[in-house]
């Protein structure tokens, strides 16, 4: 305890760490039994007397305040002073109980997140805000997505896992950056690509592209009928924003540079499928 908090209380603490470390696993149990309940009042619709929640909100506190304490006290900078820590013990000893639980007997409650990705791939309704961030950071670096945004992440991340924005189409994608990265163009002639537009227009009745922004499409951003009419097809749309070609879905606006995926084998592994075949997206295109 250091000298200077201990100058500003009446008396330093002279609590056992082993005795609060006790405690707190004490809590943690009559935690663990309250969630039993609680889970039971909601799968089964048992009838419980006790108001749950306020008994795990009470004994959550006092296992936070207790944990804290606990790990002053291998710090030396707690300035409580012992009567306030002593009244803390004795509202948790109230709830558990005084007898400590032999150590060779413990088993101390613990969380296994080694397959959250795998849960949060199939889109449960309930996700905390922070598990999802995580989740979503975690995605994006695994596809390849240069998005830096977390909201942005976020948003996509939901659309990827729910089909919103389909693996065809981040298929189509990177077979799209490939082909540009490696000097291939769309060999469409405006009469073509004409035909092609009307045919667009044609089949995906939410289109709405004029002719003149279809070929700004072909010609400035080397997009081929295919991917656009994919896009469409998803119920998705292209617009330009500030010259930048940008995915438009129910959540966001995304552009295409930063949502085109480098890898798909984290979806694959998950059990999302590509129908398209690479010779679907490369036919219109040429090497000059």
Not at 60 to 73: A, T
Not at 162 to 176: A, G, R
Not at 245 to 251: A, G
Request: neutral net charge; hydrophobic residues 30%.
């Amino acid at each position: 305890m250091s000298q200077i908090c201990c100058e500003n209380k009446p008396t330093c603490s002279i609590h056992d760490y082993k005795k609060l470390d006790d405690l707190v696993y004490k809590l943690k149990e009559y935690l663990s039994a309250l969630a039993t309940k609680k889970v039971g009042n909601y799968r089964y619709g048992y009838y419980c007397g006790d108001d749950l929640d306020n008994s795990i909100r009470e004994a959550s506190v006092l296992k936070k305040s207790l944990s804290r304490i606990k790990l002053s006290l291998l710090r030396g900078t707690s300035c409580l002073d012992d009567e306030t820590i002593q009244k803390i013990v004795e509202k948790a000893i109230k709830i558990v109980g005084k007898d400590s639980c032999p150590t060779d007997y413990r088993q101390d409650i613990s969380i296994d997140t080694s397959n959250i990705n795998a849960y949060l791939m199939k889109g449960p309704r309930c996700v905390t805000y922070d598990s999802y961030n995580k989740f979503a950071s975690f995605i994006c670096g695994k596809l390849g997505l240069t998005i830096t945004a977390e909201r942005e992440k976020c948003d996509i991340t939901f659309e990827i896992t729910h089909k919103i924005i389909n693996c065809d189409l981040l298929y189509s994608l990177s077979v799209y950056r490939d082909l540009c990265n490696l000097g291939y163009k769309v060999s469409r002639t405006q009469e073509e690509c004409k035909l092609d537009w009307k045919l667009l227009i044609e089949n995906n009745s939410s289109c709405d592209l004029d002719f003149k922004t279809y070929m700004c499409f072909v010609k400035e951003d080397n997009l081929s009928y295919p991917i656009i009419d994919k896009v469409y097809k998803s119920g998705l749309s292209l617009i330009k924003v500030d010259g930048v070609t940008t995915l438009c879905t129910p959540l966001n606006n995304y552009r295409l540079s930063e949502i085109t995926p480098t890898s798909l084998e984290e979806l694959l592994n998950a059990g999302y499928v590509v129908e398209t075949r690479k010779s679907d997206i490369t036919c219109d295109y040429v090497k000059y």
